[in-house]
Structures are given as C-alpha cells and as structure tokens.
C-alpha cells in the first residue's frame, strides 16, 4: 500500500504545482458537478463543446475527457475533433461510454471514438465495457452481465484490443492495461443513489493522468482517492442529498495537504 | 388518509422490486436535481434528447417525462417522437409545461404537444394550467389568474378535454381525472425559492406512474411524498440553499423503507 | 460604509416589491446554480436560449444576463438578438465573458456582442477584462497579468471605451464607469474552488441593476453582498462542497430581511 500512498502525495503535488486544464466535452447532467471535482481535487476545468473551439481549447489542454451521457451529432463531431487533436499532442483522453448499448446512436459513437480518437483512457460500468468489448472489440462476454462473475479476461482484451487502460466500475473497481489487473476497493454503496458519480470519477482520473504518473498507475490512484472520499463523506452524510457536498469537501481535504485517505489498492 | 398510507406501502415496493427507468427530455437547469431525485425515490433515471435516439430509448423506458423549461426546435421534435412512442406502448408520459403563455414558442409547443402526443398527466402551476386551458383548449380562466380562487371547474375541463390527469401545483395541490378531485396539503414555503422544484415533482410524478396502480393515485401520492419530504427538509435546513440535499435526503429514506411521512390527501 | 448599507436597505425593498425577473442566457455548467442565486436574492430567474423565444423573452424581462460559458453559433444569434432587445427598452444587459482570450470563437463572439449590444456591465476576471481591453477596445494591458499591480487605469479606459460599468474580480473587486473607481473587499478563497461563482456573481449584479439604483452603486453593492454572503458562508462550510448551500441560504437571509451583511465598500 506504501506505494500508493507515495504516488498519491507525488501527484498531489504536482497537480497543485501545475494546475491541470481538464477539458471536458461532457453531458448536461453532470456539468456542474464534474468541474467541481475537478476543482475539488486542484485541477482546472473547462467546458467547451462546439465544433467552433474545440480543437483550440485542446491545443493547451493538460487532459481531455469525452463523455457521450447526453449525445447530439455536433457534439459527437466535436468529441472526434477535440480527441485527435489531444492525441496529435500527446496529451491523455479519458473516454466516458455512458449508456454503451442503450441505443444504436451510443454504441455507435463508442465505436467512432475507439477507432478514430483511440483514447487512452476509458471508465465504465461491467455493463458498458462488456457491450463495448463485445458491440466495438467483438470479444464476447455480454454473458458476463447475467452471471455473478467479473470477466477479468475480457477486460484485458479489451484493453489490449482498445490500446487502452481499461477501468471497470463497481463494488470494486478493476483497472487493466491489458497486461496488469489492479483492484481498487475504495467505495460505498451510496455512490450508487447520485447521478453523476462515474462521471465524477472520470474526471477524477483526468486530473491524475495529467499529473503526468503511468497512466495504470494514475488511474486506479485516481479510483483509491474517489472511493475513500466517499467513505469519508458518507461517515458524516445523511443520505444521497448530504453525500455529494461532503463528498467534495473530502476531495478537497486531499489536494489541500489533508492527512491522505486510506487506499485499498491491490494487484489482482 | 390510511388509504394513502397503504398505497404508498405498496408503491414503493413496486419501485424497489422494478427500478422503474424514467427517460426525461428536460430542460439543462434541472438535470442534475432532477436525476437524483428520481434516484433518491427508486428509480433509474435516463437523459436523452435527441431525435436520432430518443424513440428508441422510449422503446424500453417505463415513462417519461416532457418538460419544455428550456426549449429549442430540435428539441421539440424530440419530444414528438418520444411521446408518441411512449403512448404506442402504453407507458405514461408525464407533461411539464414550464412558462406557458410567456412566449408563443412556449404555447404553441405545448399545443403540439398535447395534440399530437395526448400525455397522461400534466403537471403546472396555476398560471401555465390556466394558460394552457385557455389557450389551447380554448377553455375560459385567465380570470382565475386575478382571483384568489382556485379555479376548480376549469381543471376538470382542462382534464377532460385533454384526457390527462391534471395536477396543479400550489400552497394546496390540486390533482383531478375530470371527475375525482383530490386535494394535497403537504409541501413548505421553501419549495417557492428553489429553482426546479416544480420539474422534480414531475419527476417524482413519472417515477410513481411507473408503478403501475391509477395516474390518479400515482400522481396524488407522488406530490404528497414530494411535499411531505419538503417539510422534514424544511425542519433541519438553514435556508433554500441545505433545504435542497436535506430534500434529497428524505427521499431517500422513504425508498428505503424509512417511517412513511405522513400524507395530507383528501378529496375534493 | 453606511451609504451602502442604506442603500442595501432600499435595494432590498424594491427587489422584493418587484420581484425582478432576470432573463439568463448562460452556461449550461451554471445555470441551475445562477437561478438559485438570483431566487435567493429576491429575483425571478428564467433562462431561455433559442432565437425563436428570446426576443419575446426579453420584451418583458427586468434585466439580461449574456455569459459565453459554453457557446455555440445558434446561442451567439440569440444573444445579439436579446441584448439588441433589452437595449431598446432600456432594461440593464450585464456581460460575462467567461474565458475571453481563450479561443478566438469566444474573443470574437465578446467583439460582437460589444460592438452589437453594447452591455450597461461587464463583469470578469483580470484575465478576461484584460484580453478585451486589448483585443476589443484595442487598448494595451496584457503586461497586467504578468504582473502584480491591478491595472485600473486600464478598466476605466476600458469602462469609457465600451460605455459600460466594467467590474474586475478579484482578491479585492474593481468597479468603474471610467471616472469614478470603487473597490470591494468582501470575499473569501473558497471562491476560486467553486466553479460559477463569478457567473453567480453576475446574475447578482444582474437582479441588483433591475432594482433601479444607478449601475455603478448597484453593481458595486451586488459584489459587496455576494461576497459577504461567501464570508458567512466560509464560516460554517467544512469545504467546497458545503460552501455552496451554505451560500444560498446566507443570499436568502439578505433579501429576507436579515442583519444586513457588513460590507467593505470604498471609493478609489
């Protein structure tokens, strides 16, 4: 864990030194919420969604996260404009496939996305990255979303297949560069009673990525910080309503030089 | 009033065991609130609002919501086809017409609206509900709008012409089938100094619709839950500012199977 | 000191006799927020944004908020037509170049509406007020963010140039008409850990310009307000998170009729 725990007093530090721009093209649901992650944790964010700006505010962005919750097609050209710049750059795209299989339009941008922005990055539930795996990769495994078991191996395909490091959602968080398997299991159950969280820990991740540390490594420190900030939120919340403002006051603790929050990060 | 108790028993069992998914085509100011409180009261909420995919999310929703607070010519479309969709496959589509009568744009969508869709429950304020009788189903009560008096008639016209459960919202909620009137008495003044207060009852509404017992019913239970929570929010908040998570808050604890507030619903 | 707060006093009046109704065109990431803000303050808030609705929208509106948060080329249009249209009934038009300098689509949208509408208040940050001065007015300053010293001749160059009240955020705010300078000192760094606090800061200039005192005073007194309601927030906040709600309801005490805040408002 000691490992951890360095990598996150590192990072914090350089984020609090850099400030990293997060450009977002994200969705209208958690717009407000996700900047203010962003903020929480000593980043910048900047939201800019048209075909007009887009490559230009990713010219000097540090990080660029693409969510596709609330997809129109401007939107979905901007998303692809915006990606290939900050990969011509070199810099790290979070990709965000919300809703991946609810409708054509989703599966669809998802697989736009994979093949032309190649992100470097992408956060999901097992539902999402199951379906994009099987709908976008064509490896099986939407199986996987009847039975009880994390399909491990798929999410390495996926990542292999994607050239991606691949993070998984849920009780606990998995996060595979295709090769590696990490275990994050920072977390509560009132994450799941708020719109918005897997959004938020996109960000979150975006934040870290630009911090400059391995991508892997940034990713499920990211996921360790989001996590145990919502256990330390939820020891003083009342409920989903109370959650999200304690929630960003933990997030705040720690890229303010708060005593770090405990992370449960494990190979595996 | 046990009537009500019971029904509330039974709904939000009905909720917990289905996870009723609300697809909502809403206005950008109240997403975020929105999608929590469907989430505080059991539901599974879902944004999207483009014609390129909101007739298929329509296909596996369990209602939905219309809510023109911030509208624009895409977005109308939008509304026409995931409406008719809904109603093709019976579920219940739920109408907030946010700012009728302040623009013609306004008006006249929700004319579309109500014609060529026919929603199951309509949600508004005295003001839009008294507009949108008068101007859309030409029936007269702009008048009421001058007058103390709740114009009691006129919603049974209004419902009767327009097939829907009327519900309007005020210091005492009216709720009415053309027939029934029912009467809610819950609610606090804090709800008038909170922006969206209105759309998350709709919401609220939607989310009760889903569970399957009459719009009538549904719709009454829905604004005496709102309300009821609105006061125990009420109760521990400083001002409108905590009064909105301590309203989160207690949504959540009557999903999750909490004391039931208590219920001010009676007939006429 | 007790010029403003006599003139708080009478503002606070008048905004509650009136009710002011504040037409935003504005950000999505903010505009949930901004509302709050404006109903806390006494304000009636609608945002309405596509060109078939703001012309009529602002025919009857109190005041316009215009903020280039998140732009795009049908909201731009709408602008120029609701600035154009509040001009010529006389109603205060308050501009927030949000991220002026950034991307040429937003400097040359902030030329147009300059140009175009010609805003009665301007509010940004250094940066912001900075890069117009220079890119708009052609007026030079950008030296002034590489340095420590507030560049106030430069705003009031600035105020003279566009015709407008221009107010500069900061640790200390900046409010001229070109000839007179006032400072503001109230505020607090959670601030700048928040997103859409400067936006927020707007929409309270915007519902203090309705309520009829010259622009000038009343915009100095709406920052004077907003940052005092920070410092009463600061105090009971455990962080970012817990600032916000903590924040609307010190706005709402104010226009409730609350100990006025103490404000530190002084010429030069």
């Not at 991946?100 to 097992?126: F, H, M, Q, W, Y």
Request: glycine share 12%; with cysteine; aromatic share 4%.
């Amino acid at each position: 864990m000691a490992k951890w725990q360095q990598l996150l007093g590192e990072s914090r530090k350089t984020i609090g030194d850099k400030r990293p721009l997060v450009h977002h093209i994200t969705n209208y649901v958690v717009m407000n919420l996700t900047a203010n992650v962003t903020l929480a944790l000593g980043g910048s964010p900047v939201m800019a969604h048209d075909v007009d700006e887009v490559e230009e505010m990713a010219s000097f962005a540090s990080s660029l996260v693409l969510n596709i919750g609330t997809l129109s097609p401007r939107w979905i050209e901007a998303m692809l404009l915006a990606g290939k710049k900050a990969k011509a750059r070199g810099v790290p795209v979070v990709f965000d496939p919300v809703g991946a299989g609810a409708t054509s339009l989703r599966t669809e941008t998802c697989r736009k996305i994979l093949s032309e922005v190649r992100p470097d990055i992408i956060r999901g539930n097992r539902a999402e990255i199951t379906i994009l795996a099987g709908a976008v990769a064509r490896i099986s495994g939407v199986d996987s979303l009847e039975t009880g078991e994390e399909p491990l191996e798929l999410y390495r395909a996926f990542a292999r297949e994607s050239g991606a490091v691949v993070c998984v959602s849920g009780p606990s968080d998995r996060v595979t560069d295709g090769e590696r398997m990490l275990r994050v299991d920072n977390g509560h159950p009132l994450f799941g009673r708020v719109t918005g969280m897997g959004c938020s820990a996109t960000s979150a991740i975006a934040v870290f990525a630009a911090a400059g540390s391995r991508l892997l490594d940034a990713t499920a420190l990211a996921m360790g910080v989001f996590g145990a900030c919502g256990e330390e939120a939820a020891a003083v919340a009342h409920g989903p309503g109370t959650f999200v403002p304690a929630l960003i006051d933990a997030l705040h603790r720690v890229s303010g030089g708060g005593t770090p929050p405990s992370l449960r990060i494990t190979e595996g």
